[in-house]
């Protein structure tokens, strides 16, 4: 019965992409259809998503008469279906876990931060999370991320899509021993979260994936960026990816002196607004050919200056999907999330 609950209630988004994979394994709707060919030992991502259906079904002034009464704002139908899948699913089997929609407007909720601290204890395996896959990345909600890595010492991947302005939930440095991969997928990133992660005690980190986002209210400079660019706050790494950005060319401008370069296999620069200009300085700059991937694409380069990156580092640059560089308004692919 609890599968055929989470079957009723599970989200079915329509047109919208979703991944289907997550931390390098396949994503499982818990309550949809097992994958063709899946072996019942084989590792997934489970993805967690009630639909409107729940929203149908639950009396909206009741759930907000028992979440002022409780303190906890996790819509009691995801409860439900959380709490089935702890028992139908051995916890301590799951890796990785895909939370997707949660509640009516996640726009005017909170992540089920409550629910997913009473299961720390249980899912004491668990090394991926993936909060906010099926919000947009402009949609205003707390991701509490602070409190996430505190209950999971053990999670080495945070991924987090949706929320403006400080909404992540990361408004303090973080400490964490385990974390190695941490994106924040944001319509708006804010100065104040980018300084959170600048000065956050990390030392496992090998991958940084920052979303800028529109700077409709004031986002991140190259200056806010100074201690990341510098390559000393974490030595392990590898992939950094400053995309979906307004501010591309001054980025890839930083880009042509910054010290963290030279220990990094992928820099990943894509989604944003990068012009010629932004090319010009990565190719003048220091010497990029060390480089397994250097990531421009949704880009607005002129085709001479596509021909320029793909002669100089052959096999290392992706420099799909041209915008054109004779369009009135430059814009970051965030735009058509």
Same mark, same amino acid.
């Given at each position: ?140 909600? =707390?991701?509490? +991320? @602070?409190? /996430? #890595? %505190?209950?999971? *010492? ?121 012009? =010629?200009?932004? +090319? @010009?300085? /990565? #190719? %003048?700059?220091? *010497? ?50």
């Amino acid at each position: 019965m609890t599968w055929e609950l989470a079957r009723h209630y599970r989200h079915y988004p329509e047109g919208a992409e979703h991944p289907t994979s997550f931390a390098g394994r396949a994503i499982v709707d818990f309550g949809g259809d097992e994958p063709d060919g899946r072996q019942s030992d084989e590792a997934v991502a489970w993805r967690i998503s009630i639909g409107p259906r729940a929203d149908d079904d639950y009396d909206e002034d009741l759930w907000d008469a028992l979440a002022e009464a409780t303190g906890d704002r996790t819509h009691p139908i995801f409860r439900d279906v959380f709490e089935g899948f702890l028992d139908v699913v051995p916890p301590d089997s799951v890796e990785a876990l895909v939370v997707g929609r949660w509640g009516p407007e996640l726009e005017e909720d909170e992540a089920p931060i409550q629910i997913l601290r009473e299961a720390a204890e249980r899912l004491t395996k668990l090394k991926a999370m993936f909060v906010g896959e099926q919000a947009g990345i402009n949609q205003w909600y =707390d991701a509490h +991320a @602070e409190e /996430l #890595l %505190a209950a999971y *010492p053990q999670l080495e991947t945070l991924r987090i899509r949706g929320g403006m302005g400080d909404s992540t939930g990361l408004r303090h440095p973080l400490t964490h021993t385990s974390l190695r991969h941490l994106a924040i997928e944001s319509g708006e990133l804010s100065r104040d979260t980018v300084a959170a992660i600048s000065a956050s005690d990390l030392p496992a980190l090998e991958h940084l994936e920052l979303w800028f986002g529109d700077e409709l209210h004031g986002g991140p400079t190259v200056d806010d960026l100074a201690p990341i660019l510098s390559g000393a706050q974490w030595p392990r790494l590898r992939y950094l990816g400053l995309r979906n950005a307004e501010i591309a060319d001054e980025i890839a401008m930083a880009m042509a002196t910054a010290p963290v370069v030279t220990a990094l296999e992928t820099l990943d620069l894509s989604l944003g607004t990068l012009s =010629d200009t932004g +090319a @010009e300085a /990565l #190719l %003048a700059g220091q *010497p990029l050919t060390h480089l397994r991937k250097l990531d421009l694409h949704h880009h607005f380069l002129s085709q001479a200056a596509q021909t320029r990156l793909l002669n100089e580092l052959p096999g290392i640059v992706d420099v799909s999907d041209g915008q054109g560089d004779n369009v009135r308004h430059r814009y970051t692919m965030g735009n058509r999330l």
